[in-house]
């Protein structure tokens, strides 16, 4: 994974296209869970609320 970290890091690609590339990640992840682990819905699903809470209702 850091390898992969490292090349995105120096513009070689992204860091999500550089794990699917990469045949050690990928058969042991698969492409669904590097796609479930880049999902944002499930980092973000809290926002609204935190917004009500922190500006009040719109």
């Known amino acids: 994974v850091q390898r992969n970290a490292m090349r995105a ?3 070689d690609g992204t860091f999500r296209a550089n794990l699917e ?3 050690d990640v990928a058969g042991k992840l698969g492409a669904p869970k590097i796609a479930e682990l880049f999902d944002l819905d499930h ?3 809290h926002v609204p609320a ?3 809470r922190a500006l009040g209702p719109s």
């Open 43 to 45: 980092a973000l699903r």
């Open 50 to 52: 935190i917004l009500e």
């Open 21 to 23: 590339a990469d045949a």
């Open 9 to 11: 890091w120096s513009g």
